[in-house]
């Protein structure tokens, strides 16, 4: 596609619910990143794929996050249990390996609300 | 990576030129000087980047003291729509994933 496209655009759930969140990055970016973002701070890493591997997972905050790439492309962020601290806007961005250092392409986020 | 400082916030009206100014004392010789810009409701958007000296293109400039110790971005006769949140990092080419954003300098243009 011609950018970064994550769905839902919003989600809200109940505390201790699954939660899924995906993204379909731009076309022909091996790398994709998701960030998170609490209200009026700016996005903090969570996790880093080149291809179909997790290459730097050191940002998901516990085990209750997952993140999986199984064909190189989609990514699909997951959260169990989900507590009412996970609420924030969780955005995915993705790259051309070699197009240039810290030039990311962000999605408009998918805002996750957990009541 | 390297700490960076900017202000919390700017006030401008449209057409005057914006210069936000970010310190980051402890820039390695790697490192690379990147800027973003967020719209409400909008993922962060690459504007610009340097190395040193000034860099120019369709959006903004950026300036870099020869020390480099900080670096100045400038918008110029902004509009309305310019309003958004500006993000100063700085890191070295090989790490173009695990970004520090920090809180960013909130820019309001007003009529």
């Known amino acids: 596609g011609a950018g970064v496209s994550q769905t839902p655009s919003n989600k809200v759930t109940e505390k201790g619910k699954y939660v899924e969140l995906r993204c379909d990055p731009i076309?022909?970016?091996?790398?994709l990143y998701w960030y998170r973002q609490s209200l009026g701070q700016g996005p903090e890493f969570l996790i880093y794929?080149?291809?179909?591997?997790?290459?730097?997972d050191s940002g998901l905050p516990n085990d209750r996050f997952f993140a999986v790439r199984p064909e190189g492309s989609v990514s699909t962020l997951k959260i169990q249990r989900t507590e009412r601290g996970d609420s924030a806007v969780y955005l995915c961005?993705?790259?051309?390996?070699?197009?240039?250092?810290?030039?990311?392409?962000f999605g408009a986020g998918s805002r996750l609300t957990v009541l | 990576l390297a700490k960076t400082t900017q202000p919390i916030s700017m006030d401008s009206y449209e057409g005057q030129e914006v210069n936000i100014t970010c310190s980051h004392n402890?820039?390695?010789?790697?490192?690379?000087i990147t800027w973003y810009q967020q719209f409400p409701s909008q993922g962060p958007r690459f504007i610009i980047q340097?190395?040193?000296t000034k860099v120019t293109n369709e959006v903004a400039s950026l300036f870099i003291p020869a020390d480099r110790k900080s670096s100045t971005l400038s918008l110029p006769r902004v509009s309305l729509s310019d309003t958004a949140v500006y993000y100063c990092?700085?890191?070295?080419?090989?790490?173009?994933?695990?970004?520090?954003f920090g809180a960013g300098t909130t820019v309001t243009v007003r009529a």
């Open positions: 961005a993705s790259s051309l390996q070699g197009a240039g250092a810290n030039v990311l392409t």
């Open positions: 076309s022909g970016h091996t790398a």
């Open positions: 794929f080149q291809g179909t591997g997790a290459a730097d």
């Open positions: 402890n820039i390695a010789t790697n490192d690379y």
């Open positions: 340097g190395y040193k």
């Open positions: 990092l700085v890191a070295p080419r090989s790490n173009d994933y695990k970004l520090s």
